[in-house]
């Protein structure tokens, strides 16, 4: 059975950092491109980061130098590390695994809120 799992989520002041972490069993995650995802309520999801089955990594500008995306294959698990938090960084993270020629495999999610 294919599943994601993200943990790490919570309330965090503005300026504070959080890690979340994504395990994945179900599905040899090495092969698959991994990303994160958030929702804030009443927006559409966005893409967050990803990082490629050949470690490539790409990140939306509103996180770019501030969000660190990793992924330990041996154990598989993929990880966003989140510094200088904002407020408007609140959202649901979901994580994602894909591979050409397969279905999606998304996370239940994790919310992150930044609040003084």
């Known amino acids: 059975q294919v599943q994601l799992v993200e943990s790490g989520g919570g309330l965090v002041q503005p300026g504070g950092s959080l890690r979340l972490s994504c395990a994945a069993s179900?599905?040899?995650?090495?092969?698959?491109?991994m990303s994160w995802y958030r929702q804030a309520p009443g927006k559409e999801r966005e893409l967050v980061a990803k990082?490629?089955?050949?470690?490539?990594?790409n990140y939306a500008a509103a996180v770019k130098g501030r969000f660190t995306i990793s992924r330990d294959n041996a154990k598989n698990t993929v990880a966003l590390q989140m510094n200088s938090l904002k407020p408007e960084d609140t959202a649901v993270y979901y994580c994602?695994?894909?591979?050409?020629?397969?279905?999606?495999?998304w996370g239940q999610g994790t919310q992150v809120t930044v609040s003084s």
């Open positions: 990082i490629t089955a050949g470690g490539s990594k």
């Open positions: 179900g599905f040899t995650l090495s092969y698959y491109a």
């Open positions: 994602k695994g894909n591979r050409a020629g397969t279905n999606d495999y």
